[in-house]
């Protein structure tokens, strides 16, 4: 059983930073994607990042050039620069196998105009 758990959300200004992070603990593999996702009230969960054992990164477009996603299978950060109030929402880490995957309990981002 993998356990993961994010931290370092909060509520912040328009153009402000903020670094989140995943602790993961428990039975881990070493080839895995790694990846922060989000979900605004109303909306799906979508994808923000993610990171593979061998250190490719995928960003979605809304987040490129402010968001930087690092780490490896124990810990793993979201960087995110420039915030804007449309990225107000819960932040969620996954981790992912291939033959099994987990999620955190999420954080809450909010960005204020």
């Known amino acids: 059983q993998v356990q993961l758990v994010e931290s370092g959300g909060g509520l912040v200004q328009a153009g402000d930073s903020l670094r989140l992070s995943c602790a993961v603990s428990g039975r881990t593999f070493n080839s895995y994607y790694m990846g922060w996702y989000r979900q605004a009230p109303g909306k799906q969960r979508e994808l923000v990042a993610t990171?593979?054992?061998?250190?490719n990164t995928n960003y979605a477009d809304s987040v490129k050039g402010r968001f930087t996603i690092s780490g490896d299978k124990t810990t793993v950060y979201l960087q995110m620069n420039s915030l804007k109030p449309e990225d107000t929402a819960v932040y969620y880490c996954?981790?992912?196998?291939?033959?099994?995957?987990?999620w955190g309990q999420g954080t809450q981002v909010t960005v204020s105009s």
């Open positions: 996954n981790i992912d196998f291939g033959f099994f995957e987990s």
């Open positions: 990171v593979t054992s061998g250190g």
